[in-house]
């Protein structure tokens, strides 16, 4: 069987969480709340292509990246090249750095240095609500962290199924939560009691 590839963004929300990824990836499920509005809003410049030079730096934007060896595609939003080598920019929309957002970096560092020869030892997150830019050095257990990921998404590409869903503090966030239930395929319990409605025989009057 041929190796599945996987999609650096698929690496983000798998972090985020398993049972997300699934349903984008495996069950081609989206949907918009105001957490991937602004998201789109944050990556409009980002996604433009337009190449600029910023202080005397090249700024690529929406650069496609692939890894032969990680089996990995998909796109950085900004890649600076830098007199000491490509930086890679990730743009977030929240205001607080998250470590989904650092392996989805990391990912990216990891296919500029295949595709281009070259160590990428740093990048940022561009928080775009506070506007700043917070640096991630790419150590080895961000490394190590990113390719379990990358192996943790790939088999769930061929288990083709939804893992559990956890049911926490990440579902009122979550732009599938509609699509996803998890307050009730979370609790096995109220599971069971839907499907047993779901199947018991309807009464017909007799004298219809
Ligand atoms: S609603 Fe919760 S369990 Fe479902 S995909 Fe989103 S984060 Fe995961």
Redo the contacts with the bound molecule.
Sequence with gaps: MDRLEVLISAIEHYA??P??CA?IHVEQTFDENLFTMRGRLAHERADSGETTTEDGVRVLRSVPLWSETLGLRGRADVVELRPEGPYPVEYKSGGRRTRPAELQLCAQALCLEEMLGVEVPRGAVYLVRTRRREEVTLDAELRAETREAIQAVRRTLYAQQLPE???DA??PK?S??NA?L?SVV?EPFRLRGLQGALFRPVQVASDV
Excluded: D, E, K
């Design positions: 985020y969480c049972r997300q349903l869903a956890p049911n990440r579902c979550c599938l939560i996803c998890p979370g």
